[in-house]
């Protein structure tokens, strides 16, 4: 069965300093996108980042980066410079190309430190 | 452009009733995913629409339903209520799902008594 594993319950970082974010995942099939959501306390989910397990390189989107090891099927989101509304559960998820069905791990909950 | 709208944001109802949920999505999405989010539990996925058709589900009591009209919208319902079903529900919508990216609800936050 396909699963999302975010090992990290909660993470401290000081501000402007960069972050990892860990997330790994279980799957046999070789087609699958991955992704990052943030949802601030208050309660939003927003997109952050997306990977497609095809892609060569490593996803970029503004301050976030993922850093995509297929072999070791993890998927770490690296943030730079964090600033202090960083801080927010960042959850992990996984869809397996062609079944529409979404799998997000338990969450990992940044505070920013100023 | 409008973001995902979710009607009721609360809603407080009592065991062995039930209850239906509503979601807008961006214009021009077709997809529209349910999930429940609960502190013990996480995130779920209830189920997929597209175009009006259920793609997947999630491994939900058949308590838990669906659908999706030809504007988009959907409705999700809930008979039957459980303790256990007090969540916050989120809907969101994507382009054509897959791949795309989703944007989220606000969610609704049900409590049952």
Request: some cysteine; hydrophobic content about 30%; overall charge positive.
């Amino acid at each position: 069965a396909q699963k999302i594993t975010q090992t990290q319950p909660g993470m401290f970082v000081q501000e402007k300093e960069a972050v990892t974010l860990d997330c790994t995942y279980d799957t046999s099939d070789p087609s699958y996108g991955l992704f990052w959501y943030k949802q601030p306390s208050s309660g939003e989910m927003i997109f952050l980042i997306y990977q497609g397990s095809y892609d060569q390189q490593n996803a970029t989107e503004g301050r976030y980066s993922l850093n995509f090891q297929k072999a070791r099927k993890s998927a770490n989101l690296v943030i730079s410079a964090s600033q202090l509304g960083d801080s927010a559960m960042y959850f992990c998820a996984m869809n397996l190309r062609g079944t529409y069905k979404y799998i997000f791990g338990t969450g990992t909950r940044l505070k920013v430190l100023a | 452009k409008a973001g995902v709208t979710q009607t009721p944001r609360y809603l407080i109802k009592t065991r062995g009733q039930q209850v239906t949920l509503s979601c807008s999505p961006i214009s021009g999405h077709r997809s529209v995913s349910w999930y429940q989010q609960t502190p013990g539990q996480g995130l779920q996925f209830l189920f997929e629409y597209f175009s009006e058709t259920q793609r997947n589900k999630g491994n939900f009591p058949g308590r838990f339903s669906g659908r999706q009209f030809s504007n988009s919208r959907s409705e999700m319902n809930v008979s039957t209520l459980e303790l256990g079903d007090s969540a916050l529900y989120l809907c969101a919508s994507s382009l054509e799902g897959g791949d795309y990216e989703q944007y989220f609800g606000p969610g609704t936050r049900l409590t049952v008594t």
